[in-house]
């Protein structure tokens, strides 16, 4: 697992894209839980995001041309899989008490799967003011099934954090 630490400001500049990111979802059907805070669930989402675009460009301007893209859509659903413009790449977070990936998996419903796109699951949890995000691994799923009903995450495309992809160890010489 690669882990990448968000600082205050980093934390403070996704959680306004966050809160109008919710603003705009207002009556859209939820993939979030009964009773969970659409804006910590896209808060999370985003750290994701946020934290694989430090990952691979080692800054988050992809982020950021991203985010402006998506507040100046009329959106009527999601992303269509891109968290980052023009890569198939879709981020999967997890809000996570502890950063150990065992106890997690990857999962993606059908409604969001798209055969091209990389998916990885990312960990993110809050440190104070900061954040932690552990970039697990990524799979694009195309030799997995649908769970069966009676499995846990019946009708979702799962891959156990065991079974995914590694990330290479890069390191951006100007990013702590």
């Not at 630490?5 to 109008?20: F, G, K, M, N």
């Not at 023009?86 to 997890?94: I, Q, W």
Request: glycine content about 10%; hydrophobic content about 40%.
């Amino acid at each position: 697992m690669i882990t990448i630490q968000l600082d205050t400001s980093a934390v403070r500049e996704i959680e306004h894209a966050a809160r109008v990111m919710a603003e705009k979802m207002q009556g859209w059907k939820s993939n979030v839980g009964e009773g969970r805070d659409r804006v910590e669930d896209a808060l999370h989402g985003m750290a994701g995001q946020y934290a694989f675009s430090l990952y691979q460009t080692g800054a988050a301007t992809l982020w950021r041309v991203q985010q402006d893209y998506l507040q100046r859509l009329k959106l009527t659903g999601g992303d269509g899989g891109q968290d980052l413009p023009g890569l198939n790449v879709d981020v999967k977070t997890t809000a996570a008490r502890a950063m150990n990936p065992a106890h997690f998996s990857l999962i993606v419903s059908p409604k969001e799967y798209h055969a091209e796109t990389v998916y990885i699951l990312a960990l993110a949890q809050r440190n104070g003011e900061g954040m932690s995000v552990g970039l697990v691994g990524w799979d694009q799923l195309v030799d997995k099934d649908l769970r069966k009903n009676g499995q846990e995450f019946a009708g979702k495309y799962v891959a156990h954090s065991s079974t995914l992809n590694h990330f290479p160890p890069l390191r951006w010489a100007w990013v702590a």
